[in-house]
């Protein structure tokens, strides 16, 4: 029996915690706001050391995912699940069995998805059940594996960003240093070579540098500290988070900065002090969005289709090039115009909804 009991927590429309000890359950679903539609966003399996502590992400995490949709115009809200436990130890049928119990009792409110230590096969287990699990299989009827659709978002996002900073999204002779060669990079990095860019590599994985060999013939490899200094027109942050701050920043050449990592800024001032040294920052949740877009498209009359998705993906160049127009206009940073686009669709939404 899971016990399912409410947080109150002032902001964010509900938020539960579940547990079973018989099932190893501890989590906690944080619901912040489904005015423009459920609330989806990943489930999130880590060993926080207390439940504070986990309540504190599933805050952030649930209000960022918010943001996110509201911006990509999903028609979807902003949730996030965790399970408080050791990914590589705790799993079981029965955890995410009570785990799909959990989410089933907000009745169709949250919709959740993988994220950080959770996979395809975990979500699987989830969807016994709760039917409202997103980004499954294609063969389970899910949109797959999102990295491909995210490194597309990034790639248009990339040509919103040329031609803010030079004028014209024209990639050739232009020095992408990319930070990270994985799942969404590689796919990422052939399109900027195919466009005529040129890439330099840095990662931290042997296999994925001599994917870089095989592949991106040509391509220059720098130990992964050395990425920072490398002389680019842009950097492509795809590993980490917190990679802009006060040591970063002022060894950056680019002029501008768009990857598909989470959380690249260490804080909120960073954005300030990237626009003081003049470098553009195309705001994280803004240009990485292709993947729940995409998955955002199994809740569509009929199911997923790839040939309805791709243009919503490519709808990210033209957000951003409305946050970059909103940073110019109100004289604030790229991070905080994507913030204020993403309130207003809210609050048009509120006024559609009364
Ligand atoms: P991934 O794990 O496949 O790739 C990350 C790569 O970064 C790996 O190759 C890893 O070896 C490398 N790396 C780790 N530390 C490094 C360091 N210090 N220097 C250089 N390289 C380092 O992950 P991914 O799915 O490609 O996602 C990359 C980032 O984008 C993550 O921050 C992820 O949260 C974010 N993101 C991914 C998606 C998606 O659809 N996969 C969607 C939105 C955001």
Redesign the pocket.
């Known amino acids: 029996m899971v016990d399912i009991s409410e947080i109150k927590v002032e902001g964010w429309e509900r938020v539960v915690r579940g547990v079973d000890p018989d099932a190893g359950l501890h989590g906690i679903v944080a619901v912040h706001d489904t005015t423009l539609g459920p609330a989806l966003g990943g489930l999130r399996m880590w060993p926080y050391a207390s439940e504070d502590e986990a309540l504190v992400d599933v805050m952030r995490l649930s209000r960022g995912m918010t943001y996110k949709s509201a911006l990509a115009q999903t028609g979807l809200g902003g949730g996030k699940a965790v399970i408080i436990g050791n990914a590589s130890t705790d799993k079981s049928p029965a955890l995410f069995h009570a785990m799909g119990k959990l989410i089933d009792s907000l009745g169709g409110k949250y919709i959740t998805a993988e994220d950080v230590g959770i996979g395809i096969e975990d979500l699987d287990q989830v969807r016994e059940t709760t039917k409202w699990v997103s980004g499954l299989s294609i063969e389970n009827g899910g949109s797959g594996n999102?990295?491909p659709y995210?490194a597309h978002g990034t790639f248009v996002g990339l040509k919103a960003c040329l031609e803010e900073v030079w004028g014209s999204a024209d990639f050739s002779g232009k020095t992408f240093a990319v930070?990270?060669?994985?799942?969404?990079?590689k796919p990422l990095c052939e399109a900027i070579r195919k466009e005529g860019g040129v890439v330099v590599a840095?990662?931290?994985?042997e296999k994925?540098l001599q994917w870089v060999r095989d592949h991106l013939d040509g391509t220059e490899i720098v130990e992964?500290n050395s990425i920072y200094d490398v002389d680019c027109d842009v950097f492509v942050p795809?590993?980490?988070?917190a990679v802009l701050n006060d040591a970063t920043i002022p060894r950056l050449k680019a002029k501008a900065v768009g990857g598909?990592?989470?959380n690249q800024l260490g804080e909120e001032r960073h954005a300030a002090m990237l626009q003081e040294k003049g470098i553009l920052y195309a705001p994280d949740y803004v240009i990485?969005a292709g993947?729940i877009i995409n998955v955002s498209c199994e809740f569509e009359p009929g199911g997923y289709k790839e040939s309805s998705a791709m243009p919503k993906i490519e709808n990210i160049y033209h957000a951003l090039k409305e946050v970059f127009a909103k940073a110019r206009e109100d004289g604030i940073t790229t991070s905080e115009a994507a913030d204020r686009v993403a309130e207003r669709r809210i609050s048009e939404g509120q006024k559609v909804r009364e």
Request: with cysteine; hydrophobic share 35%; glycine share 16%.
């Open positions: 999102p990295s995210t930070q990270g060669i994985g799942a969404v990079a840095a990662d931290v994985n994925n992964p795809c590993a980490l988070g598909c990592a989470n990485n993947g």
